[in-house]
């Protein structure tokens, strides 16, 4: 009797046991499938060859570890209220981290905790929000004000000290755009007064904007123009092909500063129509995830993971070309 009791204890057991895996959804070939880390990407768009590479990254990167990683991505057509209802179904999903690169800096603060209330860390890629620091992980990404102060650097260089330029503008309100203009007027203001900044407009970081404020910048200044510092490459091809048609020499009546770093910048450079590229590197996806991980897994990350750049001129963009990897 005592035996016969014990068995039926033990085969209870089992069952229950077998019962309550099924229920968390483990199976023998599944097992581990929880354990993924889980992640939501909200990108602004697809408004330049730079963010191509960036996206490109992130998507190649968890595609290269699909057993580990689950990519939930969104593209949010450079609005910021796409990127809004892209974090809150990724947290509707209840992802591991929510990463973000944030089209403007503003208006993040209610989402943002929204995340943080549910537990999920914010992980900004490339551009910055202005938030309180304890709303988001960590900012991995360029020191966009240092890129402003290279290009003015570069810029006087090129012109001797002296001359009018014009500048064309990121998506207003965008980090990059504004820590860019500042830390090229500042430089400017601070140390290269015979440099005169006429005109200064937003291109929306792309081609096809940067070309028509480069036309209209043209009508109005025509040959006084020295210079153009453009906050991105796309903008700054997109103004070649304005000078050119203006009948014009880009790299020679016109310089060109920009940043970035695209192969399309180095292309120009080596054909003497554009002078100097400052790198931002948008290679990130595997910086991205490694944080992602260390979050998950309850380690800490710096608050700010810094991208290491270089400075890229005329004179060596031919040999630099092969070399270039966006
Ligand atoms: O945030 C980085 C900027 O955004 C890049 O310079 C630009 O090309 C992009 O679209």
């Not at 085969?11 to 354990?35: H, I, K, Q, R, Y």
């Not at 402003?148 to 001359?163: D, F, P, T, V, Y």
């Not at 601070?190 to 970081?205: K, L, R, W």
Request: proline residues 2%; aromatic residues 8%; contains cysteine.
């Amino acid at each position: 009797m005592k035996k016969r009791t014990w068995m039926c204890v033990m085969v209870a057991c089992v069952m229950l046991l077998a019962t309550a895996c099924g229920a968390s959804g483990d199976s023998p070939e599944g097992s581990g499938a929880n354990e993924k880390l889980v992640v939501g990407f909200a990108q602004i768009g697809q408004e330049s060859g730079w963010r191509d590479a960036e996206t490109a990254s992130i998507q190649f990167y968890a595609g290269q570890n699909l057993d580990t990683i689950d990519l939930k991505f969104a593209d949010a057509q450079q609005k910021q209220e796409n990127q809004i209802k892209a974090i809150k179904s990724f947290i509707e999903m209840d992802v591991d981290v929510i990463g973000l690169a944030p089209v403007v800096e503003t208006g993040w603060d209610a989402v943002f905790t929204e995340a943080k209330d549910a537990g999920i860390p914010i992980v900004l890629v490339d551009r910055m929000a202005a938030v309180d620091e304890s709303l988001y992980a960590t900012f991995i990404g360029s020191d966009f004000i240092e890129e402003g102060k290279n290009a003015a650097i570069e810029m006087s260089a090129l012109l001797g000290g002296s001359g009018k330029i014009v500048q064309l503008e990121g998506t207003v309100g965008a980090s990059a755009a504004n820590d860019r203009k500042k830390g090229f007027e500042d430089e400017i203001a601070a140390n290269h007064p015979g440099i005169e900044i006429v005109a200064s407009q937003t291109g929306d970081f792309t081609r096809a904007k940067g070309k028509e404020v480069m036309e209209s910048f043209l009508k109005t200044y025509g040959n006084e123009i020295k210079g153009i510092y453009g906050h991105n490459d796309d903008m700054a091809l997109g103004a070649i092909e304005a000078i050119k048609e203006a009948g014009l020499k880009p790299g020679s009546d016109v310089v060109v500063v920009s940043v970035d770093g695209v192969k399309g910048i180095f292309e120009a450079m080596a054909a003497g129509e554009a002078n100097v590229t400052i790198e931002c590197n948008p290679l990130l996806g595997p910086q991205f995830f490694q944080a992602c991980q260390t979050l998950k897994d309850g380690g800490t990350v710096e608050k700010w993971i810094k991208s290491e750049e270089g400075i890229f001129r005329a004179d060596t963009a031919a040999a630099d070309l092969p070399n270039r990897k966006y």
